[in-house]
Nanobody, 126 residues
């Protein structure tokens, strides 16, 4: 049974940092792309970062570039999203989502992804 479980979200102040984790099971983690996507209430899906199966190729949205770092540990079936200098606009539910291949930009439709977790809430507020 496929499972993706995100953790690490929380309430922080602007400028602070969080690291999200996504632990998976039920499929061969090392063969798939991992994407982090987010959705704020009343807004559409936004892809913020992606990493290829061996971790050598990454992609970031303009809003994430320079502040977020995606990584993965295939031995632990886990992906991470380090987020620094968080802004109020980063507040959203964050999900990890898998894909067999690179997702074409922008990657804002759930049907482009194979599996995803229930998400972890990130709230940035002063």
């Amino acid at each position: 049974q496929v499972s993706l479980v995100e953790s690490g979200g929380g309430l922080v102040q602007p400028g602070e940092s969080l690291t999200l984790s996504c632990t998976s099971s039920g499929f061969t983690f090392s063969r798939i792309w991992v994407n982090w996507v987010r959705q704020a209430p009343g807004k559409g899906l936004e892809r913020v970062s992606s990493v290829n199966p061996d971790g050598t190729n990454t992609w970031y949205s303009d809003s994430a570039e320079g502040r977020f770092t995606i990584s993965r540990d295939n031995a632990k079936n886990t992906s991470y999203l380090q987020m620094t200098n968080l802004k109020v606009g980063d507040s959203a539910m964050y999900h990890c989502a898998t894909s067999e291949t690179r997702i074409p930009t922008p990657g804002t439709r759930w049907l482009e992804y194979t599996f995803w977790g229930q998400g972890t809430q990130v709230s940035v507020s002063s």
